[in-house]
């Protein structure tokens, strides 16, 4: 497999180019725009391919150290010469016509222009206001297949360090609802809690909270049903847990919960009837004006 590569002295190209340091496998090679008039030479070549140094210094980052220029560029040359090699054994054997890429790319070149041409026609015109009176409505006539994957809860969340003055006021507080005590909680979790968090206005699952804690129930949606309020301790902090609501893994999944969902699937159907209708426009106005003709004998 014959892969050569040039050789350049490590102080020439400082010296010639401080912003330009390019090392391949202790090799270094000499800016281009420095000698405009001396003829650019490969810095790798396998098969008869070369790569060349401007095909390249566009993958060292500004700044980058000598010593991990040399290793990328080892990197990326070892790279290059692979695929260089398997293209090569592809070319040797494989049939003139499995070669021929023609159509195949013209196809490609196609789909790409075409999508990019109607991200940025959607980007322009996709209309992405949406009421909650729209969200409601797709919630109430698709809710049988918003089925939750996993248990999720309104609860109420507290790591507090376990030689807190306020630990009994937090045991204390925690499990209790209404309005004053939330009040009360809350201005208590301000002053001494490490993290507090009510989720009592949004659903979480509730393997999420559990991530918090120290130790994981082996039935989680067992324990759940079992255990609306618990603490737990490590050596430093303790953990107060409080679910007010939950809905159980398999049950129908609440508006609430699915919002981001449903606000999706509204703008995935206007960008569909968006593209649908802008493509039988254009498609109606091009027959109009007489830029499609179809010649096939109708007889």
């Known amino acids: 497999m014959p892969i050569f590569v040039n050789r350049r002295s490590l102080r020439l190209i400082l010296k010639m180019r401080k912003t330009i340091i390019v090392a391949a496998l202790g090799l270094i090679f000499v800016s281009c725009s420095y000698f405009k008039d001396a003829q650019e030479e490969p810095v790798a070549e396998v098969y008869g ?11 060292f980052p500004a700044g980058i150290k000598p010593a991990d220029s040399l290793v990328l560029l080892r990197s990326y040359i070892e790279s290059w010469s692979r695929k260089q090699i398997l293209l090569h054994i592809a070319e040797d054997n494989l049939s003139t016509s499995d070669k021929d890429l023609t159509q195949q790319l013209e196809d490609y070149r196609t789909t790409l222009l075409i999508n990019l041409y109607e991200q940025q026609f959607l980007s322009q015109n996709l209309d992405t206001n949406i009421t909650k009176e729209e969200m409601q409505k797709v ?26 003055p306020y630990i009994g006021k937090f045991r204390d507080l925690y499990k209790q609802s209404g309005e004053s ?3 009360a909680l809350e201005n208590l979790g301000k002053q001494a809690a490490e993290n507090f968090d009510y989720f009592n206005d949004s659903w979480v699952y509730f393997n999420e909270i559990l991530g918090e804690l120290p130790v994981k129930p082996d039935n989680a949606d067992e324990f759940l049903v079992k255990n609306p309020n618990f603490e737990q301790k490590d050596s430093t902090y303790t953990y107060f847990v409080s679910v007010r609501q939950y809905k159980m893994k398999g049950a129908i999944s609440p508006f609430e919960f699915e919002r981001e969902s449903i606000k999706n699937i509204i ?18 106005d091009a027959k109009k004006n007489e830029k499609v003709r179809v010649y096939i004998d109708n007889k």
């Open 49 to 59: 391919n070369k790569l060349y140094l401007s095909q390249i210094k566009s993958i």
């Open 139 to 164: 919630y109430n006539q698709n809710s049988q297949t918003f089925i939750l994957p996993a248990s999720i809860v309104r609860a109420l969340y507290i790591k507090v360090k376990s030689n807190s």
């Open 181 to 183: 005590n939330m009040r």
């Open 267 to 284: 703008l995935n159907k206007r960008r569909q009837e968006l593209i649908q209708n802008f493509e039988k426009n254009i498609f109606e």
